[in-house]
T-cell receptor
């Protein structure tokens, strides 16, 4: 499968712990997005990268959240001092920009449960 | 503000019945609209986008700028159409904004 891949798929953590999610976009996709989805809601935008540059961050992304894409390929999303309200599905997506317009392709997501 | 509204959380129909999933948007410029679908235990995937004016799996959607709507339609629903459907807007800030989604349940 050459689609967007995310790891881990599921994570259960205790409140106050740090967690990190990894996303590998489709090869040569230069835009990479992180979204968050909670039950009964559509995906909410968190942040996006154009190559290695983080170009926009949502107000939803508090100081406890940080995302990186150091070499313009894979990305990580870290949540520090997790809270129960962080429990959600974290979705990564990518877009080749030049060839497919603004269609973005999603990974299967990483489920986070904070207990 | 850019916003996508899907007024129905659940749409329940019988097989063979027509389907219309409603989507309204708020955006002052020229929007690019999408429908994404999520089948059980699968990732979100693109169903169709208004620019390409395609018909995918029998679904069509027409952008109505006057009514700021992008409703998804299918004349005869199939059981395999049961899924979550999300309308999304690409409004020029390099990101997709999604509605809350509508669950379509097609009964035999």
């Amino acid at each position: 499968d050459t689609g967007v891949s995310q790891d881990p798929r599921h994570k259960i953590t205790k409140r106050g712990q740090n967690v990190t999610f990894r996303c590998d976009p489709i090869s040569e996709h230069n835009r990479l997005y992180w979204y968050r989805q909670t039950l009964g809601q559509g995906p909410e935008f968190l942040t996006y990268f154009q190559n290695e540059a983080q170009l926009e961050k949502s107000r939803l992304l508090s100081d406890r959240f940080s995302a990186e894409r150091p070499k313009g390929s894979f990305s990580t999303l870290e949540i520090q001092r997790t809270e129960q309200g962080d429990s959600a599905m974290y979705l990564c997506a990518s877009n080749p920009q030049a060839t497919s317009g603004n269609t973005i392709y999603f990974g299967e997501g990483s489920w986070l449960t904070v207990v | 503000a850019q916003r996508v509204t899907q007024p129905e959380k659940l749409l329940s129909v019988f097989k063979g019945a027509p389907v219309e999933l409603k989507c309204n948007y708020s955006y002052s410029g020229s929007p690019e609209l999408f429908w994404y679908v999520q089948y059980s235990r699968q990732r979100l995937q693109l169903l169709l986008r208004h620019i390409s004016r395609e018909s995918i799996k029998g679904f069509t959607a027409d952008l109505n700028k006057g009514e700021t709507s992008f409703h998804l339609k299918k004349p005869f629903a199939q059981e395999e159409d049961s899924a979550m459907y999300y309308c999304a807007l690409f409004g020029g800030y390099n990101k997709l904004i999604f509605g809350a989604g509508t669950r379509l349940a097609v009964h035999p």
